[in-house]
């Protein structure tokens, strides 16, 4: 899809995804984020939150790839903004994806070949409750 084809206010959402215990274990060994809030439940059963929960970075992550659905050759990700982990997602939480086109711009150099795309990501639990929100950038082919 060209810069010219997107439309301000256009929303997509995305196939929902429960988090698992191996989705956290598989994220701790790819990162080295082993930290207790993640991987000890024992230690989690005497915190305020009560159990394990993954990992905010595992979250985005998993909820960017979710948003994935079509390849466009034309645009790719030129960067993420005003990350927020909002709430905690623990194991056996489902997560669903929402965006939506907020924002268009010219390439301050390359204006002729590329324009900017700013997209609002919202995640959300199986309750509606919203987990993660960013803003993501997308450079697009003219």
């Given at each position: ?37 993640h991987m ?90 919203v987990v ?11």
């Open positions: 899809m060209k810069f010219s084809e997107y439309e301000i206010g256009t929303t997509r959402k995305s196939f929902s995804r429960t988090i698992t215990e191996a989705d956290i274990v598989i994220h701790a060994g790819q990162t080295g984020d082993f930290y207790p809030h000890d439940a024992e230690w989690c059963a005497t915190q305020p939150f009560g159990k394990r929960m993954a990992h905010g970075t595992l979250i985005l992550s998993v909820g960017i790839g979710m948003t994935a659905g079509e390849i466009n050759p034309d645009a790719m990700s030129y960067g993420y903004e005003k990350v927020r982990f909002i709430k905690p997602v623990f194991i056996g939480d489902t997560i669903t994806v929402t965006s939506e086109i907020i924002g268009s711009r010219d390439h301050p150099k390359k204006n002729d070949q590329f324009g900017f795309i700013d997209e609002k990501v919202t995640i959300t639990n199986q309750k509606n409750e993660l929100s960013l803003f993501k950038i997308y450079i697009v082919n003219r």
